[in-house]
T-cell receptor, first 114, second 107 residues
């Protein structure tokens, strides 16, 4: 049973560019949440997707957008990259249509903006 | 919004007991979760308290007092592999994490 997978594992971009990160949830899970984790900090909630719609959103600007596909996989897009967007981006999945207290995290995508 | 506070670092020897406290201020609350994250790894779920009291899972236990907006994670019989960061997280259909506590286990 595959767990949560994310791609790519590492990415280097230049300020002003755009990036797309991908996530496949654990088998049987239909809810996907995205988090940003800066070095030495806890994960910060970006948004959550269920039934292909954004259900909840954290305090992130509109430059951060997402999508969920019919197979429950998800993408995170970040436009107009800033140096401060450099972080580990984590995807987490859970079942049941609501954000669960037990979320399964993928290994993350390390984004570096230069 | 959510605000969580936990100690930044704890150091202990193998076999010892460590308690990581977490206090929170929230606008919505369904429970308190605990996650472990090794360097370079993904956070993994450890424990959850939806109601007041103690939950025990092997060497790890977690406690919650809703009236005090307080919880703790207890790590018993510490092992070297327990060296990691530990996060408390408030659950209100999303997870709001604290900054994390780095636990270092010494031989």
């Amino acid at each position: 049973d595959a767990g949560v997978t994310q791609s790519p594992t590492h990415l280097i971009k230049t300020r002003g560019q755009q990036v797309t990160l991908r996530c496949s949830p654990k088998s049987g899970h239909d809810t996907v949440s995205w988090y940003q984790q800066a070095l030495g900090q806890g994960p910060q909630f970006i948004f959550q997707y269920y039934e292909e719609e954004e259900r909840q959103r954290g305090n992130f600007p509109d430059r951060f957008s997402g999508h969920q596909f019919p197979n429950y996989s998800s993408e995170l897009n970040v436009n107009a990259l800033l140096l401060g967007d450099s972080a580990l981006y984590l995807c987490a999945s859970s079942p049941g249509g609501q954000g669960s207290y037990e979320q399964y995290f993928g290994p993350g995508t390390r984004l570096t903006v230069t | 919004g959510q605000s969580l506070e936990q100690p930044s670092e704890v150091t202990a020897v193998e076999g010892a007991i460590v308690q990581i406290n977490c206090t929170y201020q929230t606008s919505g609350f369904y429970g308190l979760s605990w996650y472990q994250q090794h360097d370079g790894g993904a956070p993994t779920f450890l424990s959850y308290n939806g109601l007041d009291g103690l939950e025990e899972t092997g060497r790890f236990s977690s406690f919650l007092s809703r009236s005090d907006s307080y919880g703790y994670l207890l790590l018993q019989e510490l092992q070297m592999k327990d060296s990691a960061s530990y996060f408390c997280a408030v659950n209100d259909y999303k997870l709001s994490f604290g900054a994390g506590t780095t636990v270092t286990v010494r031989a």
